[in-house]
Nanobody
Framework: QVHLVESGGGEVQPGGSLRLSCVAS????????IGWYRQPPGKEREFVAR?????????GDFVKGRFTISRANANAKNTGILQMNSLKPEDTAVYYC?????????WGQGTQVTVSS
C-alpha cells in the first residue's frame, strides 16, 4: 500500500506564497516521479508540476516561473515540495499530490489553496 500525505495548504492574499509538501510512504520501492495536480472549483483536474527520479522537473504552462518543485533533500525521492510564489486568485484550487510508482498512479487526499483578498 502507498500513502501520500500532503500539508501546507491554506489561504493567502494575491501576490503571496505558499509551500506544499508531500511525503510518500509504504510500498515505494521505485518511485518514477512525484508531483502535483490541482482542481479549481468547477473545472477539471490539471497538471501543475512533477519531479522525476532523475531530478527532471516539468511544469504546467500556466506556472510561468512562479512555482518550483523540489525534494526535501537530494536523497528524499519520496518527497515533493511545491513552492508557490506570486499567487493569483485563479490559483485557488484543491491541490493533489501524485506519485507514479512502477507505472501506477497514486493520489493524496488533496489540500485546499485559496488566494483571496
Amino acid at each position: 500500500q502507498v500513502h501520500l500525505v500532503e500539508s501546507g495548504g491554506g489561504e493567502v492574499q494575491p501576490g503571496g506564497s505558499l509551500r506544499l509538501s508531500c511525503v510518500a510512504s509504504g510500498r515505494i520501492f521505485n518511485i518514477n516521479a512525484i508531483g502535483w495536480y490541482r482542481q479549481p472549483p468547477g473545472k477539471e483536474r490539471e497538471f501543475v508540476a512533477r519531479i522525476t527520479s532523475d531530478g527532471t522537473t516539468n511544469y504546467g504552462d500556466f506556472v510561468k516561473g512562479r512555482f518550483t518543485i523540489s525534494r526535501a533533500n537530494a536523497n528524499a525521492k519520496n518527497t515533493g515540495i511545491l513552492q508557490m510564489n506570486s499567487l493569483k486568485p485563479e490559483d485557488t484550487a484543491v491541490y493533489y499530490c501524485n506519485a507514479i510508482i512502477m507505472g501506477f498512479d497514486y493520489w493524496g487526499q488533496g489540500t485546499q489553496v485559496t488566494v483571496s483578498s
